[in-house]
């Protein structure tokens, strides 16, 4: 994964390159980009970042790197995670309830699994879900734990990924992660940090 994002980036960097170099070529004897090519070329630098930046998000929350034990800040990797995965959630026309208590951080053995874990409950609640309902997104503190809560409206309805929810349980049992699922909720107890 990373070298497929390696591979997209260089020519997008080539691009930006190749726009300044074209800019700087308009400006011929004025100095300044003509105004009616100053909109264009303002309009292509802003895009080009934007995928960037992008590529970027994706590659820092998608490609799980081997990491070292310690804290992880739950609370923002719950909302980026929800960032990330915004367009899904809007394709689907869900409605998305969120109560995420703010700096809220857990111990971890890997700390790149949480995002994994993330994304892997939301998703479960977004194919859970139809069109229109609502999914809630909950983290906060009980007692010597930090809970991650995602709900859906599915009820009883089968899993459409049982291998998936299995890996799950499997991986958080390795970490020492409470896991528990049953219809609607999908729930992780964490080691607060």
């Known amino acids: 994964m990373d070298s497929l994002l390696h591979d997209v980036r260089n020519p997008l960097n080539a691009l930006s390159i190749n726009l300044e170099v074209l800019s700087e070529k308009l400006k011929a004897e004025t100095g300044e980009v003509p105004p009616s090519q100053a909109k264009n070329i303002k309009a292509m630098r802003d895009q080009i970042q934007r995928v960037d930046g992008i590529l970027r998000q994706f590659s820092d929350f998608i490609v799980l790197r081997s990491s070292a034990p310690g804290d992880a800040a739950l609370s923002e990797v719950a909302k980026r995670s929800l960032e990330v995965l915004a367009h899904e959630s809007r394709r689907r026309r869900l409605k998305l309830q969120t109560a995420i208590e703010p700096d809220i951080r857990v111990r971890l053995q890997d700390t790149s699994e949480l995002s994994f874990f993330l994304v892997q409950a939301l998703l479960r609640a977004f194919g859970r879900s139809e069109m ?58 964490f080691t607060r940090a």
């Open 132 to 189: 229109g309902t609502e999914v809630g997104v909950c983290v906060r503190v009980e007692g010597p734990c930090a809970v991650l809560e995602v709900t859906d409206a599915g009820g009883g309805a089968p899993e459409q990924a049982p291998d998936v929810v299995a890996a799950l349980g499997l991986r958080c049992a390795q970490l020492g992660v409470e896991f528990q699922i049953r219809a609607g909720i999908c729930r992780f107890l």
